[in-house]
DNA sequence: CGCCTTCATGAAAGTAAGTTTCATCCGTGG
DNA sequence: CCACGGATGAAACTTACTTTCATGAAGGCG
């Protein structure tokens, strides 16, 4: 059993359910019936034999095996298990409306606040859970040490990207972000050893940040991916895989609550790495807060 | 089939381990060996096989299914996942460390991202309490009727405000964005009547966001302003306030929950907006997103 | 004391569930 | 057009679970 040495790959301890959402577009057709049935209903499919569960999912048994094995586990009894545990851990949503992450044509905005806060929310504590502390820590490892660190990003990432690299800025690390593909790969092509680069894409498929990301490793650079698909193309490219856990809903809401899921990754690592030489960081800070002062009007203190 | 009278089967409420316990000296000497196992580790008795707990209670499995059928339960199946569910929801209770909204210097990356998510997801949370539906509505109508949509912000706000510009012109909306002060300046003098200026500023105190706005309403544009604080500043200038809820703490995690917030609040808005009228919205989206499907590789999928 | 009854128990037979193997099918690229 | 590789389900196979039944221990009674 040659297993693909990824660095995250093996670790999913937070949700199983999450872990599965994830793996979704990974899966062959007939595996994401079954896993659309289990993230459905994790309580029922416990129930299920493996027979039902196929019947289910109109495959056969052969399929939902596969499908175990696909998600890491052993064989089904395992799987159900593990999903009566995971079920029962899980607190009921306040609303069924809430839950399934598309609003109903003739919702009203409350509705829409609540729902998208929901999955807001719990796209961000979902992330955390099954972010592994160890790949952040290498993360941060790298980024402390770098002699420069390159953020890449398209369309709705490219902010997180772009916001990263503020950050870092921010903290008195040499940080780049480029909106223009061509300029990236252009600063990516001069990375060399102890250089990073970050590669943010919600799908893993994005062609441009991909490339640029394996102009950057090919030129010896540490590469980081930050990704809700664990096994998409970028994670091919990257030495360090950090998946968000955004549900795959529609395109609508899984790539706004994912944006959120990849700012708190973010805001992690800014964190880590500012944690790293806390004098050095907080004094940047201070520096650059001086800086826009003058910028503000009054106190900014208020209410009661 | 013909069922034994027995107990009360179906339903045993609390905790079935409590209800084993209950009725212990009630069953045979070697039910007992299985119960007494049972209750010492139920998450282990749920991994292992049938034939595997009958070995370690020195028993065979049938008298491991009599001990099923004593207790309640159907059959061994049913009684390993009642089991695994029973053990997962006895929950640790989150880490008090966590909830106090600053990182200890001492702090390992797990702390620290169990901090930061949680801060997050609950600024994202009470965000979405506190917003207020009525107003949101009057907002997003004025949106939705504006011949144009200018939305200004600054620093990390920057972002946001950015992100808001993009997401209204994906949906078909008329709208800018500049990062640039003088810029949005001219911009807000040449609004009028029937557009839409949106401020947005974590602080509310952020002058040149004020001022821009400030322009924009003596223009004769509807003013939205988006802060933390209601009663900063920029709500002076502005026809409708928008709120988040991102706790004070320190100018790190204040800060950065806030951003998280603020994205919330434009969901609901793009939300709403796009409610507004449907078909056309999700023509728009759908238009955009072909657009950028050259950009896209393969479809995800990988090895098994 | 011997015999009957009751019940706990595990061996073994039987059934169902889970797993593996393999032939087939289908799309892809030469 | 064919070779290739992956996806898939039928069927063979293995393991797990369940039932049946014989045994024997313990208690009651003549």
């Known amino acids: 059993m040659a297993k693909s040495p990824k660095i995250s790959a093996s670790h999913e301890p937070g949700g199983l ?3 599965i959402s994830g793996l979704l ?54 799987l159900r298990i593990r999903l009566a545990a995971e079920a029962a851990r899980r607190v009921e949503p306040p609303d069924a409306r809430v839950v399934g992450g598309d609003i109903p044509p003739g919702a009203d905005l409350a509705q829409i606040i609540a729902t998208i806060a929901f999955n807001d929310a719990r796209a961000v504590e979902e992330t955390a859970e099954q972010l592994d502390p ?24 490219g902010f997180v990207a772009s916001d990263f690299q503020q ?41 441009d940040v991909i490339e640029v990301l394996e102009q950057a490793r090919a030129r010896g ?16 490219v990257a030495d360090f895989v950090l998946t968000t856990a955004a549900r795959e809903t ?21 964190v880590g790495v500012a944690a790293r030489n806390r004098a050095r960081a907080r004094k940047a800070l201070e520096a650059t807060a001086e800086a826009v002062q003058s910028h503000r009007v009054g106190s900014g203190r208020r209410r009661g």
């Open 17 to 19: 359910i999450v872990h």
């Open 25 to 78: 577009p990974s899966l062959s057709p007939a595996e994401q019936r079954v896993a659309r049935l289990v993230v459905a209903d994790p309580a029922d499919a416990a129930r299920r034999t493996i027979t039902d569960l196929a019947t289910a999912a109109e495959t056969s048994e052969a399929t939902v095996i596969r499908f175990c094995r696909s998600v890491g586990m052993e064989g089904y009894p395992q």
């Open 134 to 157: 160890a790949v952040c820590e290498q993360v941060v490892e790298a980024i402390g040490a770098a002699g420069r660190i390159d953020v890449y990003g398209a369309g709705a990432s």
């Open 167 to 207: 950050k870092l800025h921010r903290i008195g690390r040499t940080a780049f972000y480029f909106p223009d593909v061509h300029t990236a790969l252009t600063s990516a092509a001069l990375l060399g050893r102890g250089d990073v680069a970050v590669g943010i894409s919600h799908t893993g498929t994005t062609s």
């Open 221 to 236: 650079a540490t590469t980081v991916a930050l990704t809700n698909f664990p096994r998409s193309p970028i994670t091919e």
């Open 250 to 270: 529609t395109y609508r809401s899984g790539a706004m609550a994912s944006r959120l899921a990849q700012l708190t990754v973010v805001d992690c690592l800014f």
